[in-house]
């Protein structure tokens, strides 16, 4: 394969390759070295894992009372038999 | 009698015995932390193979049931997770069927793989006639705050939930799973019988959108 540039537009459709570490050690290289040289990707990457990281600040759903009082009563039936 | 070799079962987490042996117990403090933590990820996989949300919330139930039936039998091939949300998915995809759900799972899926769907729009990047092809029109605009290391407030977290919810089913489900729950990539690839590369595409989609929903969100007056 010939040592392509890796253009900005093709930078941002492969960063969560980057970050699942799915890239080649070649690909992963040319990545790094771009957002090195490149404010907006440099910028845009850490937007992403900004976004990430406040998503794992949400927090989980949580399951309705009455659902979970259905589910106590169900376990309590289950025990008796 | 066959000749097959018995091979050793896969051990499991010393946390999943715990959970397992209190719950063969009776132990209803186990069954209710079990509960809180898996019952809304179930309604949310049921909902992608079944017509409406309370058709999803009687498949979690059913579920429950399921593993409360099976519970003295469960050998510990998978870990007790992937053997609940197994169920889960074998009753919600018998009751899909049996509703003849317009779409069916799979063919969501491929829907949602399709379309072409790139991470930033393209008019944002210089074309072939410019100076540099591919490169950034204008660089993005920096996010004043660091918004993760802020606490959250409850208008940006509001929005942030809206903005998951608008995703397409599959998306949602993804970046649910995985960057709110903490799933592992392989964790929701079992679940959701999706290989690496497919929930990798559908994860990249929903955080592209994500990323764009907080852009708009910080930068608008």
Known sequence: MTEEKLTCQ???????D????????????RFEAHVAVCPGCATYVEQMQQTIRTL?????????????????????????? | MDNTVNLPLPVLS????????????????????????FHPALVRIASLYVSDRSVAEEVAQETWLGVLKGLERFEGRSSLKTWIFSI???IAKTR????RRSLPFSALIESELEADEPAVPPDRFQTEADKYPGGWVSFPAAWDVTVDQQFLSGELMGY???????????????????????????????????????QRVLLHRARSKVRRALDQYLHAE
């Not at chain 1, 093709?10 to 969560?16: K, N, Y």
């Not at chain 1, 570490?21 to 690909?27: F, I, R």
């Not at chain 2, 010393?14 to 933590?37: I, P």
């Not at chain 2, 899909?96 to 509703?99: I, L, V």
């Open chain 1, 18 to 29: 980057y970050f699942e570490d799915k890239l080649s050690p070649e690909a992963r290289a």
């Open chain 2, 160 to 198: 942030l939930e809206q903005a998951i919810k608008a995703l397409p089913p599959t998306q949602c489900t993804v970046i649910t799973l995985r960057d709110i729950e903490g799933w592992t990539s392989e964790e929701v690839c079992n679940v959701l019988g999706l290989d690496e590369t497919n």
């Open chain 2, 14 to 37: 010393t946390s999943d015995l715990t959970q397992l042996e209190a719950l063969r117990q009776g132990d209803e403090a186990a069954f209710l932390a079990l509960v809180r933590e």
């Open chain 1, 56 to 81: 794992g600040q949400l927090p989980p759903e949580s399951i309705p009372e009455d659902a979970q009082e259905k589910l106590l009563r169900a376990f309590r039936e289950w025990k008796r038999t």
């Open chain 2, 88 to 90: 889960a998915t074998n």
């Open chain 2, 96 to 99: 899909g069927q049996r509703e």
């Open chain 1, 10 to 16: 093709q930078l941002v459709e492969i960063v969560t």
